[in-house]
């Protein structure tokens, strides 16, 4: 079945494009306002997109009424946040930041979620993440009713029970992550996986000319 996005509402396009690009990591943002608010949530608008320079990005809807929500209303005020990864052991913690608390509402400590201070930025980072990014705001864009920001990576934190500082090897199967599914509440585990070897045209040409004689 063929959808022509010009002719569906929004919500009828997030629907379906949320319950088809899956399964999406999530971005568990801390940020702090001016003010020196704390807050705290999750965004599976996100990935990795440049290594040099090393950038990530964040999509974030804005509230009904046009305006922004904390989270980038605090990264647009101040530059920086921080993305932290979520294990499923942090799953519910989560869950909670998704709450609707006005901008003096610190989930963080409302929760009682553990946090250590990062290490060039502002923004504190969870204490339990398995990883934690430190981000400069690289460059925002307005996009209608999203703000997208480019961040550029100061600093990655990564839980020494996972890595390898000599190889750079990480365990990334231990961390336990979670990820965003389709449709409101589902996530998924990433404890099922598979292994291929990426082909060279060197190896087809010489199995094509195998087969040719």
Same mark, same amino acid.
């Given at each position: 079945?063929?959808?022509?996005?010009?002719?569906?509402?929004?919500?009828?396009?997030?629907?379906?494009?949320?319950?088809?690009?899956?399964?999406?990591?999530?971005?568990?943002?801390?940020?702090?306002?001016?003010?020196?608010?704390?807050?705290?949530?999750?965004?599976?608008?996100?990935?990795?997109?440049?290594?040099?320079?090393?950038?990530?990005?964040?999509?974030?809807?804005?509230?009904?009424?046009?305006?922004?929500?904390?989270?980038?209303?605090?990264?647009?005020?101040?530059?920086?946040?921080?993305?932290?990864?979520?294990?499923?052991?942090?799953?519910?913690?989560?869950?909670?930041?998704?709450?609707?608390?006005?901008?003096?509402?610190?989930?963080?400590?409302?929760?009682?979620?553990?946090?250590?201070?990062?290490?060039?930025?502002?923004?504190?980072?969870?204490?339990?993440?398995?990883?934690? %990014?430190?981000?400069?705001?690289?460059? !925002?864009?307005?996009?209608?009713?999203? #703000?997208? @920001?480019?961040?550029? +990576?100061? &600093?990655?934190? %990564?839980?020494?029970?996972?890595?390898? !500082?000599?190889?750079?090897?990480?365990? #990334?199967? @231990?961390?336990?992550? +979670?990820? &965003?599914?389709?449709?409101?509440?589902?996530?998924?585990?990433?404890?099922?996986?598979?292994?291929? #070897?990426?082909?060279?045209?060197?190896?087809?040409?010489?199995?094509?000319?195998?087969?040719?004689?």
């Amino acid at each position: 079945m063929e959808f022509d996005f010009s002719k569906l509402a929004t919500p009828d396009r997030y629907k379906l494009l949320s319950a088809s690009v899956t399964p999406r990591p999530i971005a568990w943002v801390t940020t702090i306002s001016g003010a020196g608010i704390g807050n705290a949530a999750p965004y599976s608008f996100f990935n990795m997109i440049s290594a040099d320079p090393t950038l990530v990005v964040l999509g974030m809807m804005r509230k009904a009424d046009g305006t922004h929500k904390d989270s980038a209303a605090n990264i647009l005020e101040t530059g920086e946040f921080v993305v932290n990864l979520v294990s499923e052991a942090d799953s519910a913690a989560m869950n909670f930041t998704c709450i609707d608390g006005p901008p003096e509402f610190d989930e963080l400590a409302a929760a009682g979620i553990a946090t250590v201070p990062s290490s060039v930025v502002g923004a504190p980072r969870i204490a339990s993440a398995p990883v934690s %990014i430190e981000c400069r705001l690289y460059q !925002p864009i307005e996009v209608a009713k999203t #703000t997208i @920001a480019l961040g550029e +990576v100061l &600093r990655l934190h %990564i839980n020494d029970a996972f890595v390898d !500082p000599e190889r750079l090897h990480v365990d #990334t199967p @231990a961390m336990e992550l +979670v990820g &965003r599914m389709h449709g409101a509440g589902w996530y998924t585990r990433t404890t099922d996986m598979f292994q291929m #070897t990426r082909p060279t045209y060197e190896q087809w040409l010489g199995k094509a000319e195998v087969e040719a004689d």
